[in-house]
Structure formats: C-alpha cells, structure tokens
C-alpha cells in the first residue's frame, strides 16, 4: 500500500514557476514508477510526466515537454514536479500517482494503483 499527498500548487501568473511536491508513505516507494497527471474542469485526466523506478528514465506530454521537470528522490519519497514557463492552460487539479513497473504503459492514467488526492494550480494571464 502506499499513500501520496500532493502539495505546492497556488496561483501564479502567467510565466511564473511552481513547484509540486508528491510525499509518499511506505518503505517500497523505490519500486514504482510515479507520474503526474492534471484535470481542468470539465475535461478528462490527461497524462503530464511520469519517471521510472530507477529515475533514469523521464517521459512528457508534448504540451510541457521543455517547461516542466520530473524528478525523484527515493531517499525522501518524494516526487517533484518543476513547473516552469506557466501558460493559462497549465491551469488544472495536479495528481500524483504510483504505477508497480510490470508491463505498464506509463502514459495510461487507468495503469496507475495509487494516487493523491489533487493540488489545484491556477495560472493567471
């Protein structure tokens, strides 16, 4: 089992930065892949970046690609997402989730077993 709480969203102006934070409880936090994905109102879940296991490997929506950064600390259990370069459309509910890596598709919100419970972040133009 493993629980995720999500913090560091708020209101920032357009071009700003935020960055997210994803605590994550349980001792085998080292062995999932984790991701974040956002929904805005009235759209489905989409999928923003996600890391693996590892933290070797990063994989991005093309909508952020270049802007945001996805990273890990397995010793603090952590998961972080820099959000740079904020656009209005950045606007959404932000997810942290953990995938177990076997055979998963990194990119599908329906392959992930644990998520948090969302960190609203507003972008102002």
């Known amino acids: 089992q493993v629980q995720l709480v999500e913090s560091g969203g708020g209101l920032v102006q357009a071009g700003g930065s935020l960055r997210l934070s994803c605590a994550a409880s349980?001792?085998?936090?080292?062995?999932?892949?984790m991701a974040w994905f956002r929904q805005a109102p009235g759209k489905e879940r989409e999928f923003v970046a996600a890391i693996r296991l590892s933290g070797d490997n990063t994989y991005y929506a093309d909508s952020v690609k270049g802007r945001f950064t996805i990273s890990r600390d397995n010793a603090k259990i952590t998961v972080y997402l820099q959000m740079n370069v904020l656009k209005p459309e950045d606007t959404a509910v932000y997810y942290c989730?953990?995938?177990?890596?076997?055979?998963?598709?990194?990119?599908?919100?329906?392959?992930?077993?644990?998520w948090g419970q969302g960190t609203q972040v507003t972008v102002s133009s």
């Open positions: 989730a953990a995938q177990f890596p076997i055979g998963r598709n990194l990119r599908a919100s329906s392959q992930y077993d644990y």
């Open positions: 349980g001792r085998t936090f080292s062995s999932y892949n």
